[in-house]
């Protein structure tokens, strides 16, 4: 089962964006539009995402 990660890879700020893409296979950048789109809703979504998702962990 695939969980929700933030990004360690494809992140701008925090990864949240590149999590959820990650997730449902889409585009990074197409759910970036969404969230710069639907501010200031969005913003407080990428807030409380930021703060109780987990990083992905990364395998050196």
């Known amino acids: ?4 990660r ?4 494809n992140k701008a700020l925090f990864g949240v ?5 990650d997730f449902f296979g889409i585009s ?7 969230f710069i789109f639907t501010l200031p809703i ?7 995402l930021n703060f109780s ?6 395998l050196r």
Do not use: D, H
């Not at 089962?1 to 929700?4: H, V």
């Not at 933030?6 to 890879?9: D, F, V």
């Not at 990074?28 to 969404?34: E, S």
């Not at 998702?53 to 990364?58: A, D, G, I, L």
């Open 1 to 4: 089962m695939n969980k929700l």
């Open 6 to 9: 933030k990004s360690s890879m």
């Open 17 to 21: 964006c590149g999590g959820i893409a």
């Open 28 to 34: 990074a950048t197409a759910i970036r539009l969404i």
């Open 42 to 48: 969005s913003f407080w979504v990428y807030l409380i």
């Open 53 to 58: 998702v987990k990083q992905e962990m990364t």
